[in-house]
């Protein structure tokens, strides 16, 4: 089973932070599951314009093999200005969505404020509803006061979400694959 992790952002390391903790402690438990970060401030993805994806440049063809090719997600995004930001719907706009579906997904972001976290709530999960993939009930928000200077998690709570979603992730994925 491959999990991708996505860092849905150009701008900023502690989205990637959050993604790439949740993924090493999927492996710490799980040392069977094959994790991969897709960071999107590694590539230079085009805009979907609807074109065959054949046509894309060579950082979106992998992009979308890298994503078309996982069981399933871990998504992680910042908060702008009360929503998550273009590239990540970008990923979503350009990668067909049957890629997604009955696959597991589940979220972590980040934010300047403790309200933020409702963007998983109402935008992302509904996002994830259409795709038609199944949704982790747990996900991690955290904030820069979580963050110390050197961008490392210090907030045990944070920490500890992200440990109950590394173990929702694989539980619910090993389920779903166990029925097929």
Same mark, same amino acid.
């Given at each position: 089973?491959?999990?991708?992790?996505?860092?849905?952002?150009?701008?900023?390391?502690?989205?990637?932070?959050?993604?790439?903790?949740?993924?090493?402690?999927?492996?710490?438990?799980?040392?069977?599951?094959?994790?991969?970060?897709?960071?999107?401030?590694?590539?230079?993805?085009?805009?979907?314009?609807?074109?065959?994806?054949?046509?894309?440049?060579?950082?979106?063809?992998?992009?979308?093999?890298?994503?078309?090719?996982?069981?399933?997600?871990?998504?992680?995004?910042?908060?702008?200005?009360? $929503? /998550?930001? !273009? +590239?990540?719907?970008?990923?979503?706009?350009?990668? #067909?969505?049957? &890629?997604?579906?009955?696959?597991?997904?589940?979220?972590?972001?980040?934010?300047?404020?403790?309200?933020?976290?409702?963007?998983?709530?109402?935008?992302?999960?509904?996002?994830?509803?259409?795709?038609? $993939? /199944?949704? !982790? +009930?747990?996900?991690?928000?955290?904030?820069?006061? #979580?963050?110390? &200077?050197?961008?490392?998690?210090?907030?045990?709570?944070?920490?500890?979400?992200?440990?109950?979603?590394?173990?929702?992730?694989?539980?619910?994925?090993?389920?779903?694959?166990?029925?097929?």
């Amino acid at each position: 089973m491959k999990l991708l992790g996505i860092s849905g952002t150009i701008l900023g390391a502690k989205t990637a932070i959050l993604v790439d903790a949740v993924l090493k402690k999927v492996k710490e438990k799980y040392p069977e599951i094959e994790i991969d970060l897709l960071d999107l401030r590694d590539y230079q993805m085009e805009f979907c314009d609807g074109r065959n994806p054949d046509l894309y440049n060579e950082d979106t063809k992998k992009m979308i093999k890298a994503v078309s090719e996982a069981d399933f997600y871990l998504i992680g995004f910042p908060i702008f200005n009360g $929503s /998550f930001p !273009a +590239p990540l719907k970008n990923v979503f706009d350009i990668v #067909h969505p049957a &890629a997604f579906r009955h696959k597991v997904m589940g979220f972590v972001a980040n934010g300047g404020t403790y309200q933020h976290y409702l963007v998983v709530e109402n935008q992302m999960k509904p996002i994830a509803g259409y795709l038609r $993939s /199944f949704v !982790a +009930p747990s996900y991690v928000y955290a904030n820069g006061e #979580h963050f110390n &200077a050197e961008n490392e998690i210090i907030d045990e709570d944070v920490l500890s979400r992200i440990d109950a979603l590394a173990e929702e992730l694989v539980v619910m994925q090993k389920g779903l694959s166990n029925k097929s």
